[in-house]
C-alpha cells in the first residue's frame, strides 16, 4: 500500500513563526499536493507539484510556499503564521488523477 | 456557484438502514467521480469510483451517476457503525483538478 507520511499529527504554533508541515510518500509517485480541510469549506488545495523542483499554484496559495528537492517530500511553508491558517492539513500523491489521490492522515495545526 | 456541492448533514441512522449520499455538480464535462470516506482524525481514503453514468457496485456499496442531471449519489446497503464517517465526493475534470464536496456527516448508531 501507498504510505503518505505527515510528520506532525498535531502543531501549535504562534503568530509570527515560521511553520515547516513535511509530507513524505513512499511509492515514487510523481504528483504531489497540500490541501486544508475547515467545516464547511471542505478540501482547498494550496499547491501542488507534479516533479521534483516544480511547483504550482493552487487556488489559495496566500500566505503559503512549498518546497520538492526529492521526489518523495514535499513541505509546506507557512512563512509568518497566522490565527486565519489555524487547519487541518492534507498532504496526498497520485500517479494520475483518475487513480485518486492517498491522504495523509493529515496535521492539525493551531496557530494562537 | 461552487462546481460541487453536497449535504453537509449530519445523517444519523439505525444500524441496517440504507444510506443515500448525494452531491450535485455544475460543469456537464465533468468525466470521473469519486467517494472518499474520511474517519475522524484520519485523511480520506478512496472508497470508489466511476466513469460513466450508471451504477457501480462494490460489495454494500453503490455509486451511482447521473450525467444528464449532473448528481452523483452513493448507497450503503446494510450500514454498520463502522461506516460512521465524513464522505466526501470528488470529481475529476478534463485537467486533472479535483473538485471535493465538503463532505457529509454519517453517524450509525448500534
Known amino acids: 500500500d501507498v504510505k503518505v507520511t505527515q510528520s506532525s499529527r498535531y502543531l501549535v504554533k504562534r503568530t509570527g513563526e515560521k511553520v515547516f508541515l513535511e509530507c513524505v510518500q513512499d511509492m515514487d509517485h510523481e504528483n504531489m499536493f497540500w490541501y486544508r480541510q475547515d467545516p464547511g469549506l471542505g478540501l482547498r488545495l494550496i499547491y501542488f507539484?507534479?516533479?521534483?523542483?516544480?511547483?504550482e499554484k493552487g487556488d489559495i496559495p496566500e500566505g503559503y510556499s512549498v518546497s520538492r528537492e526529492k521526489k518523495e517530500r514535499f513541505s509546506l511553508i507557512l512563512e509568518s503564521a497566522s490565527t486565519n491558517q489555524t487547519s487541518m492539513y492534507l498532504c496526498?500523491?497520485?500517479?494520475?488523477?483518475?487513480?485518486?489521490?492517498?491522504f495523509g492522515s493529515g496535521t492539525r495545526l493551531t496557530v494562537v | 456557484q461552487k462546481e460541487v456541492e453536497q449535504d453537509p448533514g449530519p445523517l444519523s441512522v439505525p444500524e441496517g438502514a440504507i444510506v443515500s449520499l448525494n452531491c450535485t455538480y455544475s460543469?456537464?464535462?465533468?468525466?470521473?467521480f469519486m467517494w472518499y470516506r474520511q474517519y475522524s482524525r484520519k485523511g480520506p481514503e478512496l472508497l470508489m469510483y466511476?466513469?460513466?453514468?450508471g451504477n457501480k457496485e462494490d460489495g454494500r456499496f453503490t455509486a451511482q451517476v447521473d450525467k444528464s442531471s449532473k448528481y452523483i449519489s452513493l448507497f450503503i446497503r446494510d450500514s454498520q457503525p463502522s461506516d460512521s464517517a465524513t464522505y466526501l465526493c470528488a470529481i475529476l475534470d478534463n485537467f486533472n483538478k479535483f473538485y471535493f464536496g465538503s463532505g457529509t456527516k454519517l453517524n450509525v448508531k448500534p
Open positions: 460543469n456537464s464535462a465533468f468525466q470521473y
Open positions: 507539484s507534479y516533479d521534483v523542483k516544480m511547483k
Open positions: 496526498a500523491s497520485s500517479i494520475t488523477g483518475v487513480d485518486g489521490y492517498t
Open positions: 466511476t466513469y460513466s453514468s
